[in-house]
């Protein structure tokens, strides 16, 4: 995923986690024909969107995303790559990103499990969230249960 931050603060891409014991908030960014939100929280730097499309998604920049630098079409097709889910979009005539039918999950050669269709996934304290897509950890060594942090043996990191 994108790695810098978002621009304003509410939002950065550091690597996941709480602000204050807190969920850091999804940023969105509006453009003309489409809206990419994005959650900090759960982006593991795939980079997927900065080399799918840099004129869209540039981390040296600020606001690092600009929906308004390519065709809504084609971020949209860009935002799907995002493994973890941790991209998203609604275009302006409201439509977003159909789950992928049937869900699918495959596991990584590292181990992680990468899932796709129509998710309500819980975390350890409890909170829902829904999605299309996620990456959650497949070895147990995650501080970020259930998701992958890449801190264990699945993150690639050899625990």
Same mark, same amino acid.
């Given at each position: 995923m994108g790695g810098g931050g978002a621009g304003g603060g509410t939002?950065?891409?550091g690597g996941g986690g709480t602000l204050g014991g807190r969920r !850091?908030?999804? *940023?969105?960014? =509006?453009?003309?024909?489409?809206?990419?939100?994005?959650?900090?929280e759960v982006c593991r730097h795939a980079a997927?969107?900065?080399?799918?499309? =840099?004129?869209?998604?540039?981390?040296?920049? *600020? =606001?690092w995303i600009m929906p308004d630098a390519a065709e809504p079409g084609v971020i949209a097709e860009v935002v799907r790559r995002c493994p973890t889910g941790a991209l998203t979009y609604r275009s302006a005539d409201?439509?977003?990103e159909a789950p992928? !039918? =049937?869900?699918?999950? !495959?596991?990584?050669?590292d181990g992680r499990l990468l899932l796709r269709g129509q998710l309500r996934i819980a975390d350890a304290g409890g909170e829902v969230r829904e999605t299309t897509r996620a990456m959650l950890c497949g070895c147990g060594g995650s501080a970020?249960?259930?998701y992958c942090? !890449?801190?264990g043996a699945c993150g690639g990191h050899g625990g």
């Amino acid at each position: 995923m994108g790695g810098g931050g978002a621009g304003g603060g509410t939002g950065g891409a550091g690597g996941g986690g709480t602000l204050g014991g807190r969920r !850091r908030p999804v *940023r969105a960014y =509006p453009g003309d024909g489409i809206t990419v939100s994005f959650d900090a929280e759960v982006c593991r730097h795939a980079a997927e969107c900065v080399h799918g499309l =840099p004129s869209v998604f540039d981390t040296a920049k *600020r =606001p690092w995303i600009m929906p308004d630098a390519a065709e809504p079409g084609v971020i949209a097709e860009v935002v799907r790559r995002c493994p973890t889910g941790a991209l998203t979009y609604r275009s302006a005539d409201g439509g977003t990103e159909a789950p992928e !039918r =049937p869900t699918t999950v !495959r596991r990584t050669a590292d181990g992680r499990l990468l899932l796709r269709g129509q998710l309500r996934i819980a975390d350890a304290g409890g909170e829902v969230r829904e999605t299309t897509r996620a990456m959650l950890c497949g070895c147990g060594g995650s501080a970020g249960q259930p998701y992958c942090d !890449r801190s264990g043996a699945c993150g690639g990191h050899g625990g």
